[in-house]
């Protein structure tokens, strides 16, 4: 596979340039079934990473090895952060994302000699939930978002954010430090990544998330749209309020950049030196196309059918590097811009 390198700045560079680029590309596997068939084609794949990408590499694995019985892959949940450790390590092939590689991360990436291709593969909306049994929130502004988590919050009771809330304590719960969605939100709420008040009730598996705010009816917090749609009937969704008046996360007013500042892209990084072996080629390619189906019926936004064309043609044109520069989080990209940007 032949590497070449790209960098960039914002999403939209990554469809109109990055992608792009790869379309001019050439000379390098087409990622067909190079092992000789189903039956042929085997191998291992380690995958882990993002708690809020597991849901569709999860789905995805499977239905690999439902058509290549004789590939094993693993798909881990140890956060993005956890996830990116591994695999700049390399103990895995595959990490699952919920934000770009940040500079730190590229740093040791550079430090140890490993290269990576960074694949976009849906569209998610970070979604803020409350107990069904909340009747008094009807929405929130970002300004109220941040005010209830940003560092040295002075927020203990609802009453805090609206005097005519109750007068009770108010119970948090959001995604651990090593958690891409964490930095994701901190960034477009607070305005740096990572900042945040720490007396909440932390978790990398968003399922534990589930089970708190359900079960309390004081309960506030904050995770990825499919854990949202897949616990509909335990979960009140908040809709948010980011200068046009309240927007409540869906397929909708996701995938058209209504919902802000809360959408984002989510992806998979494969490490350059292992994207040459038949089980992986065929597995990108099967993530990338026949995956695709996938990724709404877990509760995520797809990209459009040109997104992942050229995205295919990104991975096996070789195209290293993160067109995000290494600067991580990048809070209000809309799709609109990036089709604008790809045009």
Known sequence: MKLTTT???????????????????????????SGGGSA???GSIAIDGSSTVFPISEAVAEEFQAKYPNVRVTV????????????????I????????IKPSEVELAQKNGVE?????????????????????????????????WEPGSTVKKWSD???????????LYGPGHDSGTFDYFTEAINGKEGAARQDFMASEDDNVLVTGIAGDKYALGFFGYAYYVENKDKLKVVPIDGGDGPVTPSIE??????????????????????????????????YLTEGKSLVQEVGYIPLTDELYELALKRFQNGVTGSVFHGKGSQPGVRLQDLLKAES
């Open 116 to 148: 990576y291709i960074e694949l976009p593969i849906a569209f998610d909306g970070l979604s803020v939930l409350v107990n069904p049994q909340n009747d008094w929130v009807d929405h929130l502004t970002v300004a109220e978002l941040k005010k209830i």
């Open 161 to 171: 954010i609206r005097p005519n809330w109750p007068n009770v304590e108010i119970k």
């Open 76 to 91: 881990g949940i140890s956060g993005t952060g956890g996830g990116f450790k591994k695999f700049l390590n390399r103990e």
């Open 93 to 100: 092939d595959i990490s699952d994302a919920s934000r770009p």
């Open 40 to 42: 042929n084609l085997s």
């Open 7 to 33: 960098s960039g700045v914002v999403f939209g560079v990554l469809v109109a340039a990055v992608l792009g680029t790869a379309c001019q590309g050439g000379g390098s596997p087409s990622g067909s079934d």
């Open 253 to 286: 007013t996701i995938m058209d950049g209504s919902y802000k500042p809360l959408s984002r892209p989510i992806f998979i990084y494969v490490r350059a030196d292992v994207a040459s072996r038949p089980e992986i080629q065929e597995f990108v390619k099967f």
